[in-house]
C-alpha cells in the first residue's frame, strides 16, 4: 500500500462546478498536509496546507482534513478552466518526511 | 513568494559527460531536496539536505551526488550522464518549522543523448 494515495484521473468536471480531489494517507501519526497544483511541464507551486481537522478555506479553495479517517480533500469551488491542472496531494509523516501522492488530474470542460 | 531558482532551466548533453545541476534559494531555508519527475508521472526524492554539511539520500536510487557548503546552494552533480537520466529535476526548500512547506524552483529539463 502507498503511504499517500491519490486517484490519477483524469476527473472531469463543468466549468462553474465544484472539483472534488482526495487523498488518502497510511501513516496515522502524519503531521501535516498540503495540496500543490502542477501545470504540464511546470513545478509544482502550494495551493494550501492543513494540520488541524476540520476544513480550512481560501478564496475558491477548501482543504478538508479528518485524521480520524486518515482522508484529506480539496475543493475547487466554480472551476475555471485555468483549474486544470495535476493535484498533488503532501504529506509530512510521523518522521517528518514529505510523501508526495502520485496526482490527480483534474480537466475543466468549458 | 518564494525565491528558489534553478539553473540551467534547459540542457541536452552527451552521455558520459559531467554536469551540475544548480539550485539556490534567498530564504535561509534549512531543508533542501532535489526531486526527478519524468513526464506526467510522480515526484521521485533522490537527495535531501537539513542543513550545512547534511546530505541524505532519497528513496530513488541515484547516481547522482550533492553537496551543501553554504545554506542557499545545493547542487546536483551527474559524475557521467546517460540517456535514462534524461528527465526533469526540480528543487525545493523549506523552513525547518512545524509546517515544513517545500517550495518549487522552475527545474531543469535534462536531455541525454
Known amino acids: 500500500q502507498k503511504e499517500v494515495e491519490q486517484n490519477s484521473g483524469p476527473l472531469s468536471v463543468p466549468e462553474g462546478a465544484i472539483a472534488s480531489l482526495n487523498c488518502t494517507y497510511s501513516?496515522?501519526?502524519?503531521?501535516?498536509f498540503f495540496w500543490y497544483r502542477q501545470y504540464s511541464g511546470k513545478s509544482p507551486e502550494l495551493i494550501m496546507f492543513?494540520?488541524?481537522?476540520g476544513d480550512k478555506e481560501d478564496g475558491r479553495f477548501t482543504a478538508q482534513l479528518n485524521k480520524a479517517s486518515q482522508y484529506v480533500s480539496l475543493l475547487i469551488r466554480d472551476s475555471q478552466p485555468s483549474d486544470s491542472a495535476t493535484y498533488l496531494c503532501?504529506?509530512?509523516?510521523?518522521?517528518?518526511?514529505?510523501?508526495f501522492g502520485s496526482g490527480t488530474r483534474l480537466s475543466i470542460r468549458p | 513568494e518564494a525565491d528558489i531558482y534553478q539553473t540551467p532551466r534547459y540542457l541536452v548533453i552527451g552521455t558520459g559527460k559531467k554536469i551540475t545541476l544548480e539550485c539556490s534559494q534567498t530564504?535561509?531555508?534549512?531543508?533542501m531536496y532535489w526531486y526527478q519527475q519524468d513526464p506526467g508521472m510522480e515526484l521521485h526524492l533522490i537527495h535531501y539536505?537539513?542543513?550545512?554539511?547534511?546530505?541524505e539520500k532519497g528513496d530513488l536510487s541515484s547516481e547522482s551526488t550533492v553537496s551543501r557548503i553554504r545554506t542557499e546552494h545545493f547542487p546536483l552533480t551527474l559524475e557521467s550522464a546517460r540517456p535514462s537520466h534524461t528527465s526533469q529535476y526540480l528543487c525545493?526548500?523549506?523552513?525547518?518549522?512545524?509546517?515544513?512547506?517545500?517550495?518549487f524552483g522552475p527545474g531543469t529539463r535534462l536531455t541525454v543523448l
Open positions: 501513516d496515522r501519526g502524519s503531521q501535516s
Open positions: 539536505s537539513y542543513g550545512v554539511n547534511s546530505t
Open positions: 530564504m535561509g531555508h534549512d531543508k
Open positions: 525545493a526548500s523549506s523552513r525547518d518549522r512545524a509546517t515544513d512547506t517545500q517550495y
Open positions: 492543513i494540520y488541524s481537522n
Open positions: 503532501a504529506v509530512k509523516d510521523s518522521a517528518s518526511k514529505i510523501i
